[in-house]
């Protein structure tokens, strides 16, 4: 059998193969309550069909300033959850597991009034302004409602919680020096608020339910960190509960003299690097949607899971051509078998 249809099983989450639809907003909480609509409902239902057997959904926030748009999903109150579970329910009905990234863009948020960072330093682009700096108290709130919003997403039903700690949001802003130039304990130590934050979310976690951390391997802005930076970061992302780490890279400015590779498979030598140095289950994810590229990916044991994005866009059955392109009896529901 193709190491990318074999099943998965970290503590208590089982999944059925090795595919992970990764995040993606959709910029489209047309209400801009932070609810997912119809339109979410068919994305993630559709992929769940295709035979997904994680779906991961798209950058969910922790409050309505800490959105990227007024058009993203949010879980800041109790109200959010029916719209969720809603979801959830029939992912779980079409035989996929279903998580969802907590986050909190920061100086990411394009339309928060006064967006709030580690530091007052402004992304650059006329979308942006300049962050005010959180207070030591503020911060210690803001993991709170990292806690809060887990806890919400438990009630929903999601089988996993993954942290978006990478692309230059909030997380990642606080272990970043290019953007972390606090003079308190979340400054001194740059890991600080993202142990936090995943001590807080684990804590709420049901035994055996594994906790996922998506973080950027590298940064690409100039004076930007490199892969040794991540992997101390990520050994106390770690250390601090973190069970699986979700590995892109770059979003935190524009690149300077290191680039992105943007060629099949660029980011998995990262994935590799952090699953040999801290021992811990990895996720590779970029241009990956070659189906014999992702084989080979789980083959060589360079990553546990492989993550598809916009493979997924072009093609919400992926899964099921990706078997057929490896010569697995593909998985359909029922009512397709006879196109099979
Ligand atoms: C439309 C779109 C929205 C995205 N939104 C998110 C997101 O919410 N959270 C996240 O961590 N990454 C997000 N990403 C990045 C993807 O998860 C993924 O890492 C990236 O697209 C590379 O994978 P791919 O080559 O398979 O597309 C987004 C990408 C796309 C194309």
């Known amino acids: 059998m193709a190491h990318l249809f074999t099943p998965y099983s970290i503590g208590n989450l089982e999944l059925k193969n090795r595919i992970v639809m990764a995040p993606m907003c959709q910029y489209s909480v047309t ?22 057997g994680l779906i991961i959904v798209e950058m969910t926030d922790v409050e309505p300033d800490g959105r990227i748009t007024d058009y993203d999903l949010g879980l800041w109150s109790d109200d959010h959850i029916p719209s969720f579970q809603r979801i959830v329910d029939a992912c779980h009905a079409h035989g996929a597991k279903i998580g969802i990234q907590i986050a909190h863009a920061g100086r990411k948020a394009e339309d928060a009034p006064v967006p709030v960072a580690p530091s007052p330093i402004r992304f650059d682009g006329p979308q942006y302004k300049t962050p005010r700096e959180l207070s030591t108290d503020e911060v210690k709130q803001m993991v709170e409602k990292f806690a809060a919003a887990a806890r919400r997403a438990l009630k929903a039903g999601f089988d996993v919680i993954e942290l978006h700690g990478a692309h230059g949001y909030l997380i990642h802003q606080f272990h970043s020096p290019l953007t972390n130039r606090r003079k308190d304990a979340y400054g001194e130590d740059l890991a600080l608020f993202g142990v936090e934050v995943i001590q807080a979310v684990k804590a709420e976690l049901p035994s055996g339910m594994p906790l996922f951390v998506r973080v ?11 892969l040794d930076h991540a992997i101390e970061i990520c050994r106390r992302y770690r250390d601090a509960g973190a069970d699986v780490i979700h590995v892109s890279s770059g979003g935190e400015g524009h690149p300077g003299a290191r680039r992105p590779g943007n060629f099949p498979g660029f980011q998995v030598p990262y994935a590799r690097r952090i699953k040999d140095a801290l021992q811990v289950p990895v996720i590779a994810v970029g ?54």
Do not use: C
């Not at 950027?216 to 490199?226: H, I, L």
């Not at 014999?292 to 990916?297: F, K, M």
């Not at 490896?326 to 998985?331: A, H, N, R, T």
């Open 216 to 226: 950027s391997a590298v940064e690409y802005a100039d004076g930007g960190y490199d």
């Open 287 to 340: 241009m990956l949607d070659h189906p014999a590229l992702a084989e080979s990916i789980v083959a060589n044991g360079d990553a546990d899971l492989v993550a598809i994005a916009r493979g997924f866009l072009r093609d919400p059955y992926w899964p099921i051509h990706a078997a057929m392109a490896l010569g697995e009896k593909p998985q359909v529901p029922v009512q397709y078998q006879r196109a099979f």
């Open 31 to 52: 209400a801009k309550d932070g609810k997912p609509n119809d339109w979410h409902f068919t994305h993630y239902t559709s992929r769940a069909v295709g035979g997904a």
